[in-house]
């Protein structure tokens, strides 16, 4: 693991496991950690969130993100939220940083620290450390932005498959961010990003990864796959009649924002704007967003399916959420029993 981002770690090392709840997109991690603060309080106790997801760290950006609602916000301490203009830029290895510090924080002030979320790489950088990538290049990138945009992303996929087939395989062809880093990474290097990963798999986080001493790891995984995707339909129905469209307009208005920025890339966001900048019309731009939700939440629990000994549950099933809260609880006790 890279020096900064193990800042902390030894504390967290000679603590009891931190407890982690990830899981797809719609799987209800937040319900399920609302529910493990307020049991903590019953214990005397109490419970500071610290949210994993990338889209949750923008401020402006509240619908279509799903993110905490204000009573939430306010009945539990969460971190990560509302933390940089949507301008800015929120980096895994920043966010392994401030997980660490946090959970170090957390526990000094005699609380217990949650962490919550679906973002994949960012679990990757807490977790194992990032591999040996190269920085960003802003040159070879802006160059591969104009490209993508004259040709399209599926046609740079194309290229992709010629020099790195595997990483193509994992991506999907619209998939414009991730499709860029890797033809990024190939430029720089010369070589593929999936040989680079090879060289080093545990920094990859991906294949066979295990769940380290110090976090007790709670995988919320759907098994009706049909059930989650009309959920996840509803939901952003919701959001349209809940003002999604008119967060955007106001975003639009924002000189400093752009189609390219990583908040606006955000699932959902990125289709509403290209909606409203007259790229698309509703019925395509629905279409659109709920089957890069149905592709973010697949690409979430390949993630999950690689990394062994995680407790999963299925949020459908009452009997078995009930258990994800039971064996929350149990780690709760492990917590506050290590801070008296």
Request: hydrophobic content about 40%; overall charge negative.
């Amino acid at each position: 693991m890279h020096s900064e981002s193990s800042q902390g770690l030894t504390d967290l090392l000679n603590s009891p496991p931190i407890l982690c709840i990830v899981g797809p997109t719609g799987a209800g991690k937040t319900q399920l950690a609302m529910l493990v603060a307020e049991h903590a309080k019953s214990l005397g106790t109490i419970v500071e969130l610290i949210s994993m997801d990338s889209a949750l760290v923008y401020r402006g950006l509240d619908i279509g993100s799903a993110k905490p609602s204000s009573a939430e916000q306010n009945a539990v301490k969460h971190h990560l939220i509302d933390i940089l203009e949507p301008h800015e830029s929120f980096s895994a290895a920043r966010f392994a940083i401030d997980a660490n510090r946090l959970c170090a924080e957390i526990r000094a002030r005699g609380h217990i620290p949650v962490v919550v979320g679906g973002t994949m790489l960012y679990w990757r950088a807490w977790v194992h450390g990032l591999s040996s990538l190269p920085p960003a290049n802003p040159q070879i990138r802006a160059r591969l932005d104009d490209e993508g945009k004259k040709v399209g992303w599926p046609a740079m996929h194309t290229l992709l498959a010629q020099v790195d087939p595997i990483t193509a395989e994992r991506l999907m062809p619209n998939d414009s961010q991730r499709v860029q880093r890797a033809l990024e990474v190939y430029e720089i290097t010369g070589k593929p990003m999936s040989s680079l990963f090879a060289a080093s798999p545990s920094a990859d986080g991906r294949e066979g990864s295990a769940i380290p001493e110090w976090i007790n790891l709670v995988s919320l995984e759907p098994n009706d796959r049909a059930r989650l995707h009309l959920q996840l339909e509803n939901r952003f129905d919701e959001m349209l009649s809940g003002g999604l469209l008119e967060e955007v307009e106001k975003l639009r208005t924002n000189t400093k924002l752009n189609a390219d920025l990583p908040a606006i890339r955000a699932v959902g966001y990125r289709q509403v704007w290209e909606y409203l900048a007259g790229d698309t019309n509703l019925e395509q731009m629905r279409y659109k967003a709920l089957a890069a939700t149905r592709q973010l939440g697949k690409r979430q629990l390949t993630w999950l399916r690689a990394i062994a000994g995680r407790n999963i549950f299925d949020p459908f099933d009452p009997s078995e959420l009930q258990a994800a809260l039971e064996h929350c609880k149990l780690c709760l006790q492990e917590q506050v029993a290590a801070l008296k």
